[in-house]
């Protein structure tokens, strides 16, 4: 009788860490999102193609995302490194780690074309 709670709380446990491990996998996405939300789609804009409400206010249009020479070109440390201390008229950004790889999951997810 005493193996039955065992089992029980066995498969509750389970239960929970899959159930966290979605959750959380989730908020990742929607860090990165919220993060790209906020700070960047002023530029690059919703659909990341580096038209976003100000872009038409700087020397140099932004990078476009959508645009594979874009992915050719720039591998994501560059990207990274981009956000983390600017270049050009692109302001350095201070996220942490976290925020760093959930915003680039997301613009990478989202925006890069699909290898055809």
């Known amino acids: 009788m005493k193996r039955v709670p065992v089992y029980i709380a066995a498969v509750m446990l389970l239960a929970t860490a899959v159930l966290w491990t979605s959750i959380s996998s989730g908020d990742e996405g929607t860090q990165g999102k919220t993060l790209y939300?906020?700070?960047?789609?002023?530029?690059?804009?919703?659909?990341?193609?580096?038209?976003?409400?100000?872009?038409?206010?700087l020397?140099?249009?932004?990078?476009?995302?959508?645009?594979r020479t874009f992915w050719e070109h720039h591998d994501e440390k560059q990207i990274a490194d981009t956000i983390e201390n600017g270049k050009g008229e692109m302001p350095a950004f201070d996220l942490n780690q976290a925020e760093l790889k959930s915003?680039?999951?997301?613009?990478?997810?989202?925006?890069?074309?699909?290898?055809k």
């Open 103 to 115: 915003v680039m999951a997301y613009i990478t997810h989202t925006f890069k074309p699909l290898n």
């Open 59 to 67: 020397n140099s249009k932004p990078a476009d995302f959508t645009d």
């Open 37 to 57: 939300e906020d700070k960047c789609v002023i530029c690059h804009g919703t659909k990341g193609d580096g038209n976003g409400s100000a872009a038409a206010f």
